[in-house]
């Protein structure tokens, strides 16, 4: 089973899912000195969703619905 990382999305106010491996190639991009916009490019991201995945320092396990 892949991996995700939890991004908290303020529009839904729900989480928005990234899969680990998408949210580790922008952060390995990142210190490759690759752009926002670069990034979001390459991985057919929004640039918005590279930011947010950026704000983590390390990705929240997925901890599947509540119940």
């Not at 991004?7 to 952060?27: C, I, K, N, Q």
């Not at 690759?34 to 991201?45: E, F, P, V």
Request: charged share 25%; aromatic share 6%.
């Amino acid at each position: 089973m892949e991996e995700k990382a939890v991004l908290p999305t303020s529009s839904s106010g729900g989480e928005w899912m990234l899969p680990f491996a998408t949210w580790a190639r922008v952060h390995a991009l990142t210190r490759h000195g690759r752009s926002i916009r670069g990034i979001a490019h390459d991985l057919d991201l929004d640039r918005k969703t590279v930011r947010r995945a950026l704000r983590q320092s390390e990705p929240e396990p997925y901890t599947g619905p509540p119940g």
